[in-house]
C-alpha cells in the first residue's frame, strides 16, 4: 500500500534513485516531455524554448531554493493532430548530479516571440519513473514577462509537508502572484487582485450610460471581480474605462484564459447565432424601423428562415462595432449553411407551453427551479390574495387543510421589485410586481391557483394589487395567459441576474482569486478545486463587456434594463454561502425536511422534484468525493486549523473577496474538517452542477419568447380603458404586441443559443486527466467518484423512465437531464444537448 504522505513517498523514490545511478559517471539522466497546443498562424516556440528543472530535495545554498539543472532546449518538436487540435510534442534530455534528486518543478523560457499553450509536461527519472505536470497554460515570451515560468509537478503537500528545496519556490510563487495592486494589467500577467464592479459604466459615452458602482458600499454590496487596473474613464474618474467597440481581448491573468480551441468555439458559436437570428432582424430594423410579431408562426420561422447576405448599411455599422477579427468571422459566417434546431418547448407539442401544468412544471424543473417555495402563511405579508381566491380550486381540501400538509406553493417576485417599478416602467417596458400561487395535487404536478400583480402607488398607499385567477376559455383565459406572461417576465430576469449570474458567477470568482493568491498550486485544496475554477474569471470578464454592462446585452432583452445590475446587489444583500448547499437550500424554501438517517441530512416533501432529487444525489456524490479527499491529507481538525494557507484563504474570501459580508455570522468558522468538506462541497456544487442546471436548459425554454418573455410591452386591460377593447378586438394580436420587438427577441434567443452550447473540449464532472495527481490513493477516490456519478446517470434514466412521476417531462415533453452527469467520453457532446455537468462555469 503506498504511503499517505507525499514525503513519505519521496523518499522511497530517492532510494530508488541512489541504488540505480551510476555512480562511476556521477550523472543521473532526466528525460521529458513537453506538449503544445499549436494555435492558429503560430508555430512552437522551437529553439526559442529552453528548460530547467528544480530538485526536490537538493537545496542550492546561495538561493535557499532547489538546485537547478542546466538548460534543455526544446527542438526538433513533432506535429500531430488530436482531437481536431495540432500538438507538437518536444523531447527533451539532460543530465544531473547524483544527489540532484528527484525533480519537484521546472522553469520553462520562452525566448519566442509569441506566446504558446502548454498543455502538459512527464519528467522520467528512472527507466520507468514518471513526474507529471499538469500545465494547461499560455506561457508568454520573457521579454514581456520578464521572468521565467515556474510548473510545479502534480504531487500535493500540504504547507508544513513541503519538501525543503520547495519551501521557497512555494512561497516566491504565492507572492509573484499577489502582485502590489497597482499598474495596469498586460494580458501576459499572472496577477491576481480585487476590485469593485468598477466597470459596468460608461461615462463618457453620455449621463445615460452611467451607472452605481457595486461593491464597498452599504447601499450597492457586491462580490469583487478580477483587477483590471485599465484607466479611469474621462468624465469620472471612479469608472474604468472600456473599448467602444466589441472586443473578446479582455485581461484575465494568464492562467485563466481561454484554451485555444474553446476560445475558437465560442468565437464561432456567437457569430453563427449572430448571423441566423439577429443580423436579418437588424437588416429589417434599419429599413422599417421597429417591428412586432405578426403571428406565433413567425417568431416560429425564426428557427427555419434562409438569410440574404449582409450589404451596404448593415454591413458599414457592423464593421463599426467589432474588431476586424469578428467582422471577418462574421462575413464568412454568412456564406455557411447553419442551422439552429426548434426549441424543445415546441418540438413535441406545439401549444403546451400555454398549459396550466407546463407553467407549473418549470418551477420544477425548468431553467429556475429554485426560486418556488412552499408558503408558510396565508395570505402572503401584504397580499390582497384572499381565501376565497383559491379555496375552490384545492381539489376537495380546504385552505387549511391544504396549508396543513404544506401543499400551497408560491413563487415570489414581488417584494424586491417594487422599489424599482416606477424606474423600470418607462417607454415600451411594462412590468408587475408578482405572486403566484399554486396547489400541489395528488399526482405532484402544481397547479396554479392564483397570480396576484402589483404596481406601486404614491407615497401614502401601497399601491394598487389585481388578482387574476385561471380560466380556459373566453376573455378570461385570454386574461390569464397574460397575467402569466407577466410572471414569466419577472422569472426570466430573476433567472439571468440572480440565479444564474449572482449565484453562480459572480459569488464564485472571488473564491477563485483568493485560491491563487492564497493556496499554492502544490496545496492539494488547490489541487481539488482547479478544474472547478476552469475559464470562469474570462467569461465573466466577457460578461462584463458584453452582457452585463450599460447598454449590453441583458440591459437590452430584460425588463429590468438599466437598472438590472442595481437590482443584482440588492439581491446580494440577501445571499448567504451557507444556504447555497443544497439540503440549506431546500430546508429554507421548504422543499425538504431535515432526516438525520438520510446522508444528505433532508429528505423531500414529494419525491417528483426532478431538480431536489437528482441534486440530491449529485450532492451527495460531491461531499463523498470531498470528504475522502480531504481525508487523506488532514487527519484531523487541528491539521486543518494548523493550516497558514488554508486560514488564510478563508479569512481572504470573508474579509475581501466577499468583503461586503465580512460581520456576518454565518461564516463557517474553518476549524474543523467537517466544516471544510461543508465548504468545498459548496464550492464545486456551485461552480459544476448548480451552474449547468440553470445555464443549459436555456435554449430548450427560453429561446420561444411565448414560453419565457423577458419582457412585456402592455400591462393587461382593464375593463372601461381603450387597451381593453383593442384586446377585445384581437386577443392574439395584443398578446404579440406585449412580446418583445422583433430585434430585441431575437438578440434574446441569440444569447440562449451561444449560452447553452457545450464546447467539444468540456471537461465535466468526473473527469479529469490521467495523471492529474500522483497519489495512488486520491486516484482510487476519484474512480469511486466517477462511479458513483455513473450509478446517478442510471438512477436519473429510470426516474426519467417512470411514468407516474409526471413532473420529468411535463406537457412539452421535455426529460429532466440538466442535471445528468454526462460522464462518457465521447466526442458528440458538443452543442446544445441539455444535459451534462461540467466542472466549472466556461460559459
Not at 11 to 28: D, E, G, P, V, Y
Not at 213 to 237: A, M, Q, V
Not at 541 to 569: D, V
Not at 601 to 628: M, N
Request: hydrophobic letters at 35%; proline letters at 6%.
Amino acid at each position: 500500500m503506498e504511503p499517505h504522505g507525499p514525503c513519505s513517498s519521496l523518499q522511497t523514490c530517492m532510494k530508488a534513485i541512489h541504488s540505480k545511478i551510476n555512480h562511476s559517471t556521477k550523472r543521473c539522466i532526466i528525460k521529458g516531455k513537453f506538449v503544445i497546443l499549436q494555435t492558429q498562424g503560430q508555430s512552437g516556440p522551437g529553439k526559442s524554448g529552453s528548460v530547467q528543472i528544480y530538485s526536490s530535495n537538493a537545496i542550492d545554498p546561495s538561493t535557499g531554493k532547489g538546485k537547478l539543472s542546466p538548460k534543455a532546449y526544446l527542438k526538433h518538436g513533432k506535429s500531430k493532430k488530436r482531437d481536431g487540435v495540432k500538438t507538437i510534442t518536444y523531447q527533451i534530455k539532460l543530465y544531473t548530479e547524483p544527489e540532484f534528486g528527484i525533480p519537484g518543478a521546472f522553469l520553462i523560457t520562452n525566448q519566442h516571440k509569441h506566446e504558446f499553450f502548454l498543455e502538459y509536461a512527464t519528467l522520467e527519472v528512472l527507466d520507468n519513473h514518471l513526474i507529471h505536470f499538469e500545465c494547461r497554460s499560455w506561457v508568454y515570451p520573457v521579454q514581456k514577462t520578464k521572468s521565467d515560468r515556474l510548473f510545479f509537478s502534480n504531487a500535493s503537500y500540504l504547507p508544513n509537508q513541503t519538501p525543503g528545496a520547495l519551501v521557497e519556490l512555494r512561497k516566491s510563487e504565492l507572492t509573484s502572484l499577489r502582485g502590489d495592486g497597482t499598474g495596469e494589467r498586460k494580458e501576459w500577467d499572472r496577477i491576481y487582485d480585487y476590485d469593485y464592479y468598477n466597470e459596468l459604466g460608461r461615462p463618457d459615452k453620455g449621463q445615460q450610460h452611467n451607472r452605481p458602482i457595486l461593491g464597498g458600499t452599504e447601499s450597492h454590496p457586491y462580490p469583487r471581480r478580477g483587477r483590471t487596473g485599465y484607466p479611469p474613464s474621462s468624465t469620472d474618474p471612479s469608472t474604468e474605462s472600456r473599448p467602444e467597440i466589441i472586443d473578446l481581448d479582455v485581461y484575465v491573468p494568464s492562467d485563466e484564459r481561454f484554451g485555444p480551441k474553446r476560445l475558437s468555439e465560442l468565437i464561432s458559436n456567437s457569430v453563427r447565432a449572430t448571423v441566423h437570428f439577429l443580423i436579418p432582424e437588424a437588416s429589417s430594423l434599419l429599413k422599417q424601423g421597429s417591428s412586432n410579431f405578426k403571428s406565433i408562426e413567425e417568431i416560429r420561422n425564426l428557427f427555419y428562415r434562409k438569410r440574404n447576405p449582409i450589404k451596404g448599411t448593415v454591413t458599414d455599422k457592423i464593421k463599426k462595432l467589432v474588431t476586424d477579427e469578428l467582422f471577418k468571422e462574421i462575413i464568412h459566417a454568412t456564406k455557411e449553411s447553419i442551422e439552429f434546431p426548434l426549441p424543445q418547448i415546441i418540438t413535441e407539442n406545439e401549444l403546451a407551453w400555454k398549459d396550466d401544468e407546463e407553467f407549473g412544471h418549470q418551477m420544477l424543473a425548468g431553467i429556475n427551479p429554485a426560486r418556488i417555495r412552499s408558503l408558510q402563511r396565508f395570505p402572503p405579508e401584504g397580499s390582497t390574495i384572499e381565501a376565497s381566491d383559491i379555496e375552490h380550486n384545492l381539489n376537495g381540501l380546504t385552505l387549511a387543510e391544504a396549508m396543513r400538509q404544506w401543499r400551497i406553493f408560491i413563487l415570489d417576485h414581488h417584494d424586491y421589485l417594487m422599489p424599482f417599478l416606477d424606474r423600470i416602467n418607462t417607454k415600451d417596458v411594462c412590468a408587475y410586481a408578482s405572486r403566484t400561487l399554486l396547489f400541489l395535487q395528488n399526482d405532484a404536478t402544481l397547479k396554479p391557483v392564483a397570480i396576484e400583480l402589483s404596481l406601486p402607488g404614491s407615497l401614502e398607499d401601497n399601491g394598487t394589487s389585481w388578482v387574476f385567477h385561471p380560466a380556459i376559455e373566453g376573455t378570461e383565459a385570454a386574461i390569464w395567459q397574460f397575467a402569466k406572461a407577466h410572471v414569466a417576465a419577472n422569472d426570466s430576469a430573476y433567472h439571468q441576474l440572480i440565479s444564474h449570474w449572482l449565484h453562480t458567477h459572480a459569488v464564485v470568482e472571488p473564491f477563485i482569486i483568493a485560491t491563487r493568491r492564497q493556496l499554492s498550486v502544490m496545496h492539494p485544496i488547490h489541487r481539488l478545486l482547479d478544474p472547478h475554477f476552469k475559464d470562469t474569471m474570462h467569461i465573466n470578464a466577457l460578461a462584463r463587456s458584453i452582457l452585463i454592462n450599460s447598454g449590453g446585452i441583458l440591459e437590452k432583452t430584460l425588463f429590468t434594463g438599466e437598472i438590472s445590475m442595481e437590482l443584482s446587489s440588492e439581491l446580494y444583500k440577501d445571499w448567504r454561502f451557507d444556504e447555497q448547499a443544497l439540503p440549506a437550500d431546500l430546508l429554507k424554501r421548504r422543499l425538504a425536511l431535515k432526516d438525520p438517517d438520510n446522508p444528505t441530512g433532508v429528505q423531500l416533501l414529494f419525491e417528483d422534484y426532478p431538480y431536489g432529487a437528482d441534486g440530491l444525489e449529485i450532492w451527495r456524490a460531491i461531499k463523498t468525493w470531498v470528504r475522502d479527499f480531504c481525508s487523506i491529507f488532514y487527519k484531523d481538525d487541528d491539521s486543518v486549523s494548523s493550516d497558514i494557507e488554508i486560514q488564510e484563504w478563508w479569512s481572504e474570501i470573508k474579509n475581501v473577496g466577499h468583503g461586503d459580508k465580512h460581520n456576518e455570522t454565518w461564516w463557517y468558522e474553518m476549524k474543523t474538517l467537517s466544516n471544510l468538506t461543508e465548504a468545498l462541497t459548496t464550492l464545486i456544487w456551485i461552480a459544476s452542477a448548480l451552474h449547468a442546471s440553470v445555464n443549459f436548459g436555456q435554449y430548450a425554454y427560453a429561446s420561444y419568447p411565448p414560453n419565457r418573455p423577458m419582457l412585456c410591452r402592455r400591462f393587461i386591460p382593464n375593463e372601461g380603458e381603450i387597451e381593453f377593447a383593442e384586446f377585445l378586438r384581437d386577443p392574439d394580436k395584443y398578446y404579440l404586441n406585449m412580446l418583445p420587438e422583433r430585434f430585441e427577441t431575437t438578440l434574446g434567443i441569440a444569447l440562449t443559443a451561444v449560452l447553452s452550447q457545450h464546447s467539444s473540449d468540456e471537461v465535466y464532472l468526473g473527469q479529469r486527466p490521467l495523471e492529474w495527481t500522483d497519489n495512488k490513493e486520491v486516484r482510487q477516490k476519484f474512480e469511486k467518484f466517477n462511479e458513483d456519478l455513473k450509478e446517478i446517470e442510471k438512477n436519473i434514466s429510470k426516474r426519467n423512465a417512470n411514468p407516474m412521476l409526471k413532473n420529468r417531462w411535463g406537457p412539452a415533453k421535455i426529460p429532466y437531464k440538466l442535471l445528468h452527469p454526462d460522464t462518457s467520453n465521447v466526442e458528440s457532446k458538443a452543442g446544445i444537448t441539455g444535459k451534462g455537468i461540467p466542472n466549472s462555469i466556461t460559459i
